[in-house]
């Protein structure tokens, strides 16, 4: 079993920026893929950004040049930094692992989901 926290969101006006992380424990992996996903009221489950072993990251075109994944191995810890909010990213955000390798953008790939963290970005 993985047990994955978040933590870092809140409230912020546009232009602002965040720090999100999730803390893995349990039966994790540092090679596994790890992302972040969001889901606003009404919408489905998108994906943000993840992070594999085999091709680095990936980013949705609505965060391209504006959010960064990383990873720390040592602490079992995901990271999202999200510069230059907008309104339209606001939504609970999601921490979520899967035992590939190599993995998609898509939440479908995920097994193991966090609890999520609220982000609001007022305009």
């Known amino acids: 079993q993985v047990q994955l926290v978040e933590s870092g969101g809140g409230s912020v006006q546009a232009g602002g920026s965040l720090r999100l992380a999730c803390a893995a424990s349990g039966d994790t992996v540092s090679s596994s893929c790890m992302g972040w996903f969001r889901q606003a009221p009404g919408k489905e489950r998108e994906g943000v950004a993840i992070?594999?072993?085999?091709?680095?990251?990936m980013y949705a075109d609505s965060v391209k040049g504006r959010f960064t994944i990383s990873k720390d191995n040592n602490k079992n810890t995901l990271y999202l930094q999200m510069d230059s909010l907008k309104a339209e990213d606001s939504a609970m955000y999601y921490c979520?692992?899967?035992?590939?390798?190599?993995?998609?953008?898509?939440?479908?790939?995920?097994?193991?989901w966090g609890q999520g963290t609220q982000v609001t970005v007022s305009s």
């Open positions: 992070i594999d072993s085999l091709r680095g990251t």
């Open positions: 979520a692992e899967d035992f590939t390798v190599v993995c998609g953008i898509t939440p479908r790939e995920f097994d193991f």
